[in-house]
């Protein structure tokens, strides 16, 4: 059968406005036969972490964001967190 794996963050820790819950960010639909599982990977880019803050720039601030993994935004599997540094730089 098929899955659809989706990654959403949230940025806890944002100082300027509020942030999403659940922000999709990423997915991946991948077919598996009954007890099969399967790798999928991820790659958030500095824009994907990128909100407006309320100058209307387009800003990375540093601190925590929390990672969700699930097959919908109500069915999450996994969750962490990772730090963001404060010298990320946009493209």
């Given at each position: 059968g098929g899955?659809?794996?989706q990654l959403y963050i949230h940025d806890a820790?944002?100082?300027t406005g509020d942030a999403p819950i659940k922000e999709?960010?990423?997915f991946d639909k991948v077919f598996l036969a009954p007890g099969e599982t399967a790798v999928v990977e991820f790659e958030l880019t500095p824009e994907d972490?990128?909100?407006?803050?309320?100058?209307?720039?387009f800003v990375v601030e540093?601190?925590?964001?929390?990672v969700m993994i699930g097959a919908?935004?109500?069915?999450i599997k996994f969750s962490?967190?990772?730090g963001v540094p404060e010298d990320i730089?946009?493209?």
């Open positions: 899955e659809v794996v820790g944002r100082s999709l960010k990423g972490l990128a909100f407006y803050n309320a100058a209307m720039e540093a601190g925590e964001m929390d919908s935004s109500l069915d962490g967190e990772f730089q946009l493209e």
